[in-house]
């Protein structure tokens, strides 16, 4: 009972320290939100590649080369579709839940998490902001976090960035 009840705060704490880590790391100067501003078409599959990491555990298998362009559409209240798309042709969708906050939208944390007490706990999460710059570009944030303990041996790995995306058009 006292492994289930450890284990119920290392979750309960992941849970809550993921946003103020995000922010307090990326340190975003975001804009007055606006949706009009995050709706729009980017360049490159990077967007793709980090919102389809907050979708599924899984690997994308979309093959992509070539002129590659994310097309993300909010609808103002809780969910974002993502589409990719290679020489104009659409290739692949994804539709994520999604929260607004103040300056920003934070995408809903995928959070998976495996407890066999005594013998293997894994834990993988994955929080992703997104907010307007002053070039009316979008800003990402990121953080990732994987740990795996077993019987006694533990590992384990954090990563947070941020980056800018041009945008081509609305």
Known sequence: MRIFCILLLVFCFSSCTTNRYVIKHCKPNPNELSFDRINGVYEGSELWNILYKNFSRKNDTTALSGNIETEINFNGTDKITAAVYENGLKKNQITLKAKIYKD?????????????????????????????????????????????NILVFAGGKTNHFSSDYIKKSN
């Open 104 to 148: 920003y939208v934070s995408i809903k944390k995928r959070q998976h998490l495996i407890p066999l007490p005594f013998i293997y706990f894994k834990s993988d999460v994955h929080k992703t902001l997104l907010y307007t710059n002053s070039e009316n570009n979008l800003g990402l944030c990121a953080y990732e976090s994987v740990t795996l």
